[in-house]
């Protein structure tokens, strides 16, 4: 069973900057892609960014040029930095992996952003 642990989470004001980790039971190359999502209250969980096992990434329109997804491949380890924060990305972080048809989570980090 893939085990996903994300950290990193917490309360910053407007402006600031988190960086999210998020470490895999195993080698983090056996996945397609590796990904952060995110769920607001009353809101659909959304993808954030990902990075794709050729480095290849994609993000949220609304998060481009602010947050920046990396990997790690010896530490088995995705990150999320998040830069210039706004109230609106205030939510759950999940990381997530992807091999063939099959999705991993994690548990969730919560990040709140007061303005």
């Known amino acids: 069973q893939v085990q996903l642990v994300e950290s990193g989470g917490g309360l910053v004001q407007a402006g600031g900057s988190l960086r999210l980790s998020c470490v895999a039971s195993e080698n983090i190359w056996h996945f397609n892609a590796m990904a952060w999502y995110r769920q607001a209250p009353g809101k659909q969980r959304e993808l954030v960014a990902q990075?794709?096992?050729?480095?290849?990434?994609n993000y949220l329109d609304s998060v481009k040029g602010r947050f920046t997804i990396s990997r790690d491949n010896a530490k088995n380890a995705v990150y999320l930095q998040m830069n210039a924060l706004k109230p609106e990305d205030t939510a759950v972080y999940y990381c997530?992996?992807?091999?063939?048809?099959?999705?991993?989570w994690g548990q969730g980090t919560q990040v709140t952003v007061s303005s």
């Open positions: 990075i794709f096992s050729s480095s290849i990434t």
């Open positions: 997530n992996a992807k091999r063939g048809p099959l999705y991993y």
